[in-house]
């Protein structure tokens, strides 16, 4: 080690060590000629002696700078300055090589960047890697109650216990400011601790903090969301704030790459567990209601009411499997008061039939990241194909320089160039390009990567970094690849070239090196297929969604969501309060009909219960299904539309008899048919009169995503289900840009405590949830695109080198009397040929990724036809020049140049 | 030309031992003077082509065993001085080790006497 060191030094200061040996040598002669001048010898003989005593100085100069140099090192950069100079030569060869690489590798940076941010970023806490979520078998979070983990915290004794809640919105007031949404999550007060988490500023809250009953009034700031509110952390500690009208003062600031349990969202603001009824946060729980007692409205005190998250640290040498029993040990009191309620027999083995799962999460559960997990295989596949089309299309390009450079390839043999050096230089002019497009790559993602991270990571809180070690070593092996991967066809040529027949101007073994050039395009084709076949299949996707009924009115509707809870309303004040929107909402000019729901539509949120159907002839009979509470005049707001019965009226209300709107999904799934009028269901077991008829069944709406399946839902009256209503749907007369301002300005005017998400049509809220889709189909496109437009330089490229070689005899049929329609004729067939070659391929490859079950889509016979046509088109496009110039051979001139 | 004649050439291998052990003995030298003296403690049986000496004395640097810095000669000339390190000392116990090893083999297969000659 010492001595490479050593040596890296010596050839550092290579210069110098030269100048050194020759001083060395000069005082060596010196002394040497002394000593042959003090034996007797005259000064002219006694300088020729000390010259042969001393040696041939130019090999020991030779010996010394190899020794003080590194001759493989330098070698290689002789061959890579060699490299370049032929590369400046060329200019049109060298900006498509570094250009095409550039491209590809760009791409392949900006996934690496964002898969690296979203998926492996771990949280930042001492031994990230023990922490795992305690999940079901999918490995989506499993929720319990405040007593089940602090059991946990019992039976689990090899490691920590960390429960959570769910984030949500607060309302947050600080002095006489108005009211603001900002996210919160309720934590247990001994988390902290478990994660290890240090502090920048302050304290974190602990479990003295966080006694069930006597919780602390206090917060944890993010420390992004202090330092924009109060200019530092240390400014936020100890300032007070109303939290959902509630006084909390902030006690600590988290360390700034701390966002929140999942490693993706922020959260603004953490708060003990204990103040759950407090803050009155009562959403993302699991609710089992039952005759025998009310549940506590204090979370925390409530074995049926299940909300917490629980990450577990496990440590290394621990099976995370142990984890299992544990969690059953510590759920099993809870799920047997459950149990003694439950009156339905399926819901009771499936209750006793639950278990657990320790999923290692080191960087914490996010849906986001599940989300863009999903989006991020494609990708990964696109980018990849992208890649390996490339390289075809630049190792198509690079033989085709070799075998026109055979014979100066055999004039190198010929004096002695080493068949390796040889080969090597093809390799190092491809590797220089490699290093290049890896530069334009560095240079590229900067404008690349934040609209990928719009596309594919919007809402992720997440800062992406180009420059970290990991990235750039994986960047230069793939660009190192691509390199190598475009040299191997020509260097393997190379490698087996006779220099004779080199010289005589014949290919040689270049004919197979020609066919396996043919054989690249072929493949360039065949995956520009698939490509276009996966783009046309997504975006047509997109194009039925989007032609599809959805079931409600896009253009004309604005909404919002809002939480009257945390703005602090009871029960009591809802009636009022909703009227009060109403008769506000109804005044703004160009407002025709306002509705409200608990959960809307699009809104990311959704309730689902348990639903039991009565009756003969029903297909299932108890299954979670999800449920909506509406206004009555929700429906009409939103536009969704009633095949049978009636939508609710005035007369539905608290005193008369239960009633549901069903969707037709719904109805099918439930009796098969979607003639159900008449029909009851109910959420208890056993028949009761507290169970809903259904008057109404309404057309199928996509409810929570704009590509879904048809909901099975439905909707209950408000007046019969009381619950805090946190959509409003207003159905406009006119252009929505025009009210939407004076809405929301109206509503702040009338209850200023009242903070509204953003107003947005549900035509916006298609397109959000169309987002990453659409990002998908088109980053599809362009990438199909440009194979197809590699597909036809391959193609061009490939046949004008052929046309290039045949120079002689395309002259010599010209002279014997062919038509110059029939060579260019003879050319496109070539061109024709390598399409349909591409063309059976691209299926074949389609066919795979059909059965591999990775698009789906691609199956559609018309969409394979079409694709096809296109790899099949793009191989004439690409013949078309080559067989122009096939057609204006000139014999005479040909034979005047031989 | 009788300076050369019946004089032995330096053994392949062997020059870093040479190098070392004088650098052991006389302290610091510099290259002149480490073949000058290699050729007397031989007296002058050693025929050491001088210029190699120094891409070993390269070497030997590069593997951290001698260490080297400008001073003046006896004749008042800036030269380049050598001189063993710690760690060139440890070196040279296991070459004159192994050289020991090696000529007392090689000694042992002359000294067995022959048993026939060839047919």
Redesign the interface.
Known sequence: M??LF??LR?WRRRRA?RA??D???A??L???T??FEAKGHAKPAAQR?ARI?????T??QE??R???GLPVVEEWWRDGVLAVRNLRRRPGYAVSMIGMLGLGLTATLTILVLTEGMMREALPVPRAHELHLVSDREGNPSWFSRLSVERLQTTWSEGAVMGYGGDTRVTVQRGGQPARRASGQLVLGNAWAGLELGVVAGRLFNRFDDEIGAGASVAVANHAWAVAEYGSPEAAVGQELLVNRQPLQIIGVLPERFRGFDGLNRVDLFFPASLQPLLAINSNANEFGSDDRPNDPDWNRESRVRWLEVLVRVPKGVAAKRVTPAVAEAAAPAIQDVLSEMRSPYEREALRNRTWWATAAPGGFSHTRNAFAEASRLLTALVLSLLVLTCANLSGLTLARTLARHREMGVRLSLGAGRWRTCRLALVEALVCGVAGALLAMVGVHWILPLAQNQFAAGADVTLAPWQAVTLTKLAGVALLCGLGCALIPAWWLSRLQPLIALKGSLGGGQFALRMGRGLVAVQLALAVMLAAVAFSLGREIDQVLSQDLGFEQDTTLTARFDVRTAGYTEEDFPSLYARLKSTAESVVGVERVGFSATGILSNSRMASTTFARGEGVGVTAESFQTEIVDVDYPGAVGLKLERGRWFSETDTEDSPRVAVVSQAFARRVWGTTEVLGNRIGFGFEPSDEDMEIVGVMSDARLNRAREDQVEAYLLPAPQFPAPLSYVAVRVSRDPEAVRERLAEAFRSVEPGLVFGSWQTLGERVDASLRRDKASSRLAGVVAGLALLLGVFGVGGSLAHLVALRQRELAVRIALGATPDHLQWGVLKDGARLGGWGALGGAVLIGGVFLGGWVPMASNPIVVAIAMACGFGAALVGGWIPARRAAKVDPIEMLKSD | MSETEDRLEVLQGTLDLLVLKTLAGMGSLHGYGIARRIEQVSGDLLALNQGTLYPALLRLEQQGWISSDWGVSENNRRARFYKLTRKGAKRLTVEVDRWQRMSAAVNAIIAEPSRGGAR
Do not use: I, P, S
């Not at chain 1, 005593?53 to 100085?57: R, Y």
């Open positions: 010492m001595t050593n040596r010596d060590l050194r040996l001083e060395e040598l005082f060596h010196e002394e040497l002394r000593e002696l005593k001393l040696g041939n100085t090999l020991v010996a010394h190899e020794r003080a």
